[in-house]
């Protein structure tokens, strides 16, 4: 039995049904311990419990080598990467998209444009921006249009600060050729690369582009996305002169940012990875960026509703 993954942007392989008759061979067992993990991967990813998700990605892949599945190794290794990312790990995600790209080769797999952008997502957190410049580039060469999308934000998100104008024209041209209609996440990513492109020249009409870009992304509960987009927005009203704006705006993505690492560590405090380390879901960059917004704004409370310490 097999089931075949849909690709969903920068998240696990969503599993599609499998068939079969009533009668399997023995080593169906292994399918289904594979299908299993990866299935528990999968809820634990939603729920925002990464270092389980890793755990589950980790247990798939090794079963997948076991019945010498590099189909299989491709699809558990991309989920692992996609979680190690998740959980504030980009050196693992590299580490494991190199590995999973030599599993699937010796197994005459070819490699999927989908790793360069996994990869091309961990260097940027990593601020390797050449290397995440070049891998980008790769994956908007990918036939997946959402893919291709993704890899374009990376590509101006890298190119943008590591001061590579050639390329950020690259992606800039990219998203003023897409088609419509287009789907919120392609509207707020062209709205960003584009409020980046007019920083310097039009700061108002980049704050416009940018507001935009983080009101999209709060209707696709993608948090931290809106957080750097409303950050933009405040670096764009500062160009402006409109302090008390950019402020505003700073605040507004530091107490976001900062609920964030809060969401994190409460989901994902009382898991733990194989081996002896703790993840913490995406606090450690959600808390950095909180500190910094917080700084430009002039100090802010990051959390006005807390409960009063006792005295």
């Known amino acids: 039995m097999r089931r075949v993954g849909s690709l969903a942007l920068l998240a696990p392989l969503l599993l599609a049904g499998c068939g079969g008759g009533a009668v399997e061979a023995p080593s169906a067992r292994d399918d289904a ?5 990866m299935t528990a991967g999968q809820d634990s990813f939603e729920l925002g419990r990464y270092s389980v998700a890793i755990t589950q990605y980790r247990k798939a892949a090794d079963l997948a080598l076991l019945r010498d599945d590099g189909v299989a190794a491709s699809e558990a290794g991309y989920d692992l990467a996609v979680s190690q990312l998740a959980g504030d790990d980009p050196a693992a995600a590299v580490k494991t998209v190199q590995t999973t790209r030599q599993a ?13 952008l996994i990869e091309a997502a961990a260097r940027y957190r990593l601020k390797q921006y050449p290397q995440a410049i ?14 291709a999308a993704r890899s374009a934000l990376v590509l101006g998100l890298a190119a943008d600060a590591g001061q590579d104008a050639t390329s950020f024209q690259k992606a800039l ?30 700061p108002a009409q980049a704050e416009q582009l940018a507001e935009q870009a983080a009101s999209l992304r709060r209707d696709d509960a993608s948090y931290r996305d809106m957080s750097r987009a409303l950050a933009l927005a405040g670096q764009a009203a500062d160009r ?64 006005p509703f ?6």
């Open 104 to 116: 699937a080769t010796v197994r005459g797999q070819t490699a999927r444009p989908e790793f360069d």
């Open 33 to 37: 311990a594979w299908d299993q993990a």
């Open 306 to 311: 807390a409960e009063p310490k006792k005295q």
């Open 240 to 303: 402006s002169g409109d302090h008390q704006k950019a402020a505003s705006l700073w605040a507004r993505a530091a107490q976001s940012a900062s609920m964030q690492a809060n969401s994190a560590n409460t989901v994902d405090a009382a898991t733990v990875t194989q081996g002896s380390s703790l993840l913490r879901g995406g606090a450690t960059t959600a808390e950095s960026d909180a500190a910094q917004w917080a700084h430009l704004a002039g100090g802010v409370s990051l959390h």
């Open 173 to 202: 041209t990219y998203f003023n050729g897409l088609k419509p209609p287009l789907s919120r996440t392609e509207q707020a990513d062209k709205a960003e690369i584009q409020a980046r492109a007019v920083l310097a020249s039009s």
């Open 134 to 147: 070049a891998l980008a580039s790769g994956g908007m060469a990918s036939t997946d249009t959402a893919y």
